[in-house]
């Protein structure tokens, strides 16, 4: 083929070698560690920085960023000193040395690279804890240039010779793109480049771009000509593309009516990071996108609910409760991770002395006293005493000598004895495993008191409801009440001790968090005190179980046709999975925001709700709780599928369910039709999708980890669109974003 010349500046560098990945370094145990963590409490990952290059003085575009967290259930660890160091390279800057981890685990610093070409290696380590520690690594390059390329044009899928000067000796390390969408470099040298032409590309003028680290060269056009490797999928029917390397251009055909839902996602595992991504759609318009164009504005889907939820679904104090009662309970399941962190498995061993428990032929008899030790907002412990009022074959009610006027009569006793007796007691050791019996009663104690009331200021427009504390069942430990106890709140109509609670708040509250709170019992003794595990499982995931059990727990209900009664079981879930729906990029599976938020918990819930319905065990969930493994590993391991295929599955089935259109299992959500439920509150299904496809557009944007976000491509006529998706601004995604695409045809 004939070359077109271009000048050339500079001189060819070897950059070989220059980016050898992450490193984790396994810490071990060590003293002086300002966070309070053994060594072996702690890992660090990198988040985003790595692999970047930039000319010699000049800082890199972005801030190198590490995460610190809790070894085993991935908690963020804030206040740790995160020291920098250059172990590689002579000049270079990082400002500022050290850095503190904020309430995400995340710290960073600005590398400005020395006056030297070549590779620079930076160590991030956690102060008092050095084993601890991860590397990037960077470079000092000169700006590429194009000398020659061919003149004539040239067909998807060919190999073309590339010319100039200043390219990396490693293929990877050349991002080569044609308008915006990457081609494989198949062999590289400083002077050439063989790019394979990607086949989704329509025939037309394209600006093909050569990017080493954070320098590009100029554009020089290319003309492709042929017909694309088009994308051949009936509706229904879905491809999933690994994106991490910016590779995988598709072509979407034109037909008649065709739409595409697209759906990038990140399939991180490492909590709070936030990653920058694109989608690159070119049609045959001749536009190369180098500035990003607006897609048609976002649309909700119009509610055709027939939904019964009641007027009290969109009641603000009910979404002020779940905040309060979120709040509040993770706040708990840190006290019991630290807890455990202390002594470790010692802790489910009696102290010596300790007397035995009375055994259930021994029970106390009705209006008995008895003093419960009640975790206050203080995390201090209120000292009460309570009064035995009811007995049943799973229960001892107790309530409290001070409970307001005004409060349960017997009957309301007895009913929410007979509640858990059943279904709440039978449908969560059904699916999650039993509860201990510390003190050997056979029974659970629920204690009514407003203790719980005053966790909650009297103003407050809402309210916790009740909790379960996992240093009950330590034996011997200060503050444990040494048995199975649920902390409930009681009525207080004029709101001496907290909210005014009416009787009717009080009863409609109760049970849901009573199943939600009986499966966190049943998990510390499953996991911690038989399990012997090592830490906690990881909150988004404790909690997801949880908020499962109030949904297996709503659907006896429903399946007996008590609509309003499974309506209080599953309303809070339904709340929950709106608010994430709203902004799913922007909210990660993996719970990132202490202290925590509706919409993670919305996340997180539906994650686990989608997983749980597709063809697992029939043990599912009694094998995550019982598992010593946490989060995403946990998950992976009992399904015995990846995290980015069940990420994958997850995110279209947010999108597909409710639809009529023939689509994998895998991608529905059983159980739950989500467009009739969700769309009964607002009139409209709440997740938002962005509609592109006239023209060629470049779309930029940000996702969290293991977070997703939804397009739909309408392909024009005269050739359909070539679509991929990468990095922002046509650079390479961050390693640890583990960017994929699921794309569906939906008609």
Known sequence: MAKTPFHVSGSARFLSLLFSGTLLF??????????????????????????????????????????????????????????????????????????????????????????????????????????????????????????????????????????????????????????????????????????????????????????????????????????????????????????????????????????????????????????????????????????????????????TSSSSIPGWARNQRQVRSLEARDRWHERLRLHEARLWAEEGAELSVPKPGIPAPPGPDRLPELGDKRVFRVLNAQDKFDKVTARLQHVSGRSLIYVDENAPSGGFTPNDLASLALEFEDPIYPVVTGAFGSESDLDQNERVIILLTPAVNRLTDPGSDGYVGGFFYGLDLLAGRSGSNEGEVFYAMVPDPTGSQGPAISRFTALSTIPAVLAHEFEHMVHFNQRMLLGKAETTEALWLSEALAQMAEDLVGETYALSHQVSKAHQYRLGNWIRAARFLENPGQTSVLASLPPGSLDERGAGWLFLKQVYGRATPENLLAALVSSTLSGPANVSAAVGLTWPRLLADWAGSLYLDGINLPVRPDLRVEGVDLRLVLSAFEGFYPLEVRFFGEQSASISGNLWSSAPNYFIINPPSGGGMAFSAGGPHGELPEKAMGLQVLVVRLQ
């Open 26 to 303: 396994l810490p071990s145990c060590g003293d002086g560690n300002p966070t309070g963590l053994e060594d072996t409490d702690l890992e660090v990952f990198i988040v985003k920085g790595d692999r970047q290059a930039s000319e010699p003085g000049t800082p890199l575009p972005y801030p190198l960023q590490v995460r610190v967290q809790k070894g085993g259930n991935g908690a963020p660890v804030e206040g740790a000193k995160v020291r920098w160091k250059v172990l590689v390279g002579g000049g270079a800057a990082l400002d500022p040395g050290a850095s503190l981890t904020d309430s995400l685990g995340l710290a960073e610093t600005q590398f400005t690279v020395g006056p030297d070409l070549g590779p620079y290696t930076i160590r991030a380590s956690v102060e008092g804890a050095e084993s601890v520690s991860v590397e990037f690594t960077a470079g000092g390059i000169l700006a590429p240039s194009l000398a020659t390329i061919p003149s004539g044009p040239v067909a998807g899928g060919d190999t073309i010779l590339v010319e100039g000067a200043n390219f990396s000796a490693s293929p990877e390390e050349n991002v080569v793109t044609f308008s915006g969408i990457r081609g494989r470099v198949a062999s590289s040298s400083p002077g050439q480049l063989e790019v394979e032409v990607p086949s989704c590309l329509l025939p037309r003028n394209y600006e093909l771009r050569v990017r080493v680290g954070a320098l590009s060269t100029e554009g020089a056009n290319l003309t492709v000509a042929g017909d694309p490797a088009s994308l051949d999928l009936s509706p229904g029917e879905d491809v999933v593309v690994d994106a991490s390397e910016g590779l995988g251009c598709l072509h979407l055909p034109f037909e008649s009516g065709s739409l595409y839902l697209v759906v990038p996602h990140s399939t991180s595992t490492v909590g709070g990071g936030v990653h920058g991504f694109s989608l690159t759609g070119l049609t045959g318009d001749g536009f190369s996108p180098e500035t990003p164009k607006n897609p048609v504005g976002p649309s909700r889907s119009p509610s």
